[in-house]
């Protein structure tokens, strides 16, 4: 395929969703560890356009995506494992477009009984549990509380805390409200109808998927010594220490968290829930969009780029 041109979305500049172009560029070519994969489908994240519009660096130019599905049509040499005609899921950078390349180890066998859509979603499952088992060290018993428990992370976290035996707690508006307790919450309190703060008993552990002023405002309804685990922004020191608590980030991005998030999805412990589709590059604009500003949900959005 060298010389090969495909369509793909890139960005020359950090701006409004404008800056996805979409345009043609050379098929990537697989290194030794990598395999080049047709792209199914593509996670759509907030990270896509908070990078877009400069908030997070990226060298310029490049083509935006974390995640994606797709079958393999060409393994490095140096790959065991992984043949043409896979198909897999898992971390891909630069995954809007219609073939990506990616090391071997990151990507994973997609199980029969799942969709390339659904699997393009897996990113925020790992975000869930690098942040719950690697971060905050969640065990059995304790109570933690989940904001958005809809959300494309929370939906993941809950059904994690829940497969943990934890009690589990999470926020969501009115209408996801029985959608989270099916993931398996305890209580689910919707954050419309009174501040959180009001309606929950005290908690170990606080896991904060929104941010803004809901991360001062988790400091209140901790245990003394509970933790707040961030992986939108981190409280003010002083707050945290006056409120007797602690804060860790809790973004990791370890192989080891997508191992585990692999094995539940393989054996249908864990089910990832997709909010919208949107079908085909041209549509990458209006789905970072959607991304930023379209409000209430259910799971993660997805770019699906070809037909697997
Ligand atoms: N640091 C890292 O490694 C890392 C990794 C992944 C994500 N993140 C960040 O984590 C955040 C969440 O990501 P995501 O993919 O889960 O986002 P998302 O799916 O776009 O979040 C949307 C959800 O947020 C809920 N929500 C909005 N305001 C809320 C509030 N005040 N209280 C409770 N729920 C609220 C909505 O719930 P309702 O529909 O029920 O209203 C909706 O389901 C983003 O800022 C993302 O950048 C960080």
């Known amino acids: 395929m060298k010389n090969l041109h495909i369509p793909a979305i890139c960005v020359h500049a950090y701006g409004g969703p ?25 996670g759509v994240n907030p990270i896509d356009w908070k990078i877009r519009e400069g908030f997070m660096k990226h060298p310029l130019p490049y083509i935006p995506g974390v995640e994606a599905s797709g079958i393999v049509t060409a393994v490095g040499e140096g790959v065991f494992g992984k043949k043409i005609g896979d198909e897999v899921y898992g971390s891909v950078d630069g995954s809007y477009a219609t073939y990506a390349i990616s090391t071997a180890e990151l990507l994973f066998r997609k199980p029969p009984g ?12 790992r975000t869930a549990w690098g942040a719950l088992f690697d971060v905050a ?38 209408e996801n409200l029985d959608f989270v307790t099916s993931l398996g919450a305890n209580e689910v309190i919707d954050y419309n109808a009174a501040p959180f703060e009001t309606q929950v008993a005290p908690v170990d552990i606080v896991f904060d998927t929104v941010g803004g002023d809901v991360t001062e405002r988790s400091l209140a309804v901790l245990k003394p010594e509970g933790l707040l685990l961030c992986i939108v922004q981190m409280p003010d020191a002083e707050k ?4 007797g608590v602690r804060a860790l980030w809790g973004g990791t991005k370890t192989l080891a968290s997508m191992q585990e998030v692999h094995k539940l999805l393989d054996k249908g ?33 997805v770019l699906k780029i070809s037909e697997g």
Do not use: C, W
Not at 286 to 291: C, D, I, M, R, W
């Open 18 to 42: 404008e800056q996805l172009q979409l345009q043609e560029v050379p098929v990537p070519v697989p290194a030794k560890d990598q395999v080049l994969i047709k792209v199914v489908a593509s």
């Open 114 to 125: 799942v969709s390339f859509e659904e699997a393009a979603t897996m990113a925020g499952a």
């Open 137 to 174: 060290g969640l065990v059995k018993g304790q109570r933690i509380l989940i904001h958005a428990g809809a959300g494309g992370v929370g939906h993941f976290a809950v059904q994690l805390a829940f497969n943990a035996g934890a009690y589990v707690i999470a926020t969501a508006s009115e």
């Open 240 to 243: 945290m220490a006056a409120a």
């Open 269 to 301: 412990l864990i089910q990832p829930y997709v909010r919208k589709v949107f079908h085909s590059l041209s549509e990458a604009a209006a789905a970072q969009e959607y991304s930023k500003h379209g409000g209430s949900g259910r799971g993660k959005i």
